[in-house]
């Protein structure tokens, strides 16, 4: 079992950045590919970005690319989510997701771990 908590959700003005965090405990984080979702209200939960056990790759969605940036501390158990030039349209609840098993970094159904999420919200 993994614990996942997020922090560093907040308001910000569009163009402005935002860096999440997502705090795990439980078995060894090490293992584990890490993943961001958001979801926005009335749509679905989306991949945002994922990093591999690691820390050697990294996949982003297009809508993300080139804006935000996933990393991680081993030694702290910890992931994290820097998102520069914010746009009203990231507005989203943000979820951290834990992957111990096969398929792709992209959807959500392959990951077994989930965190509470935390709010970000872009004001225009």
């Known amino acids: 079992q993994v614990q996942l908590v997020e922090s560093g959700g907040g308001l910000v003005q569009a163009g402005g950045s935002l860096r999440l965090s997502c705090a795990a405990s439980?078995?060894?984080?090490?293992?584990?590919?890490m993943g961001w979702f958001r979801q926005a209200p009335g749509k679905e939960r989306e991949f945002v970005a994922a990093?591999?056990?690691?820390?050697?790759?990294?996949y982003y969605s297009d809508s993300v690319k080139g804006r935000f940036s996933i990393s991680r501390d081993n030694a702290e158990n910890t992931v994290y989510l820097q998102m520069n030039s914010l746009r009203h349209e990231d507005t989203a609840v943000y979820y951290c997701a834990a992957k111990y098993r096969g398929g792709d970094y992209y959807s959500k159904n392959n990951y077994n771990y989930w965190g509470q999420g935390t709010q970000v919200t872009v004001s225009s």
């Open positions: 990093i591999t056990q690691n820390g050697y790759s990294t």
């Open positions: 439980g078995r060894t984080f090490s293992n584990y590919v």
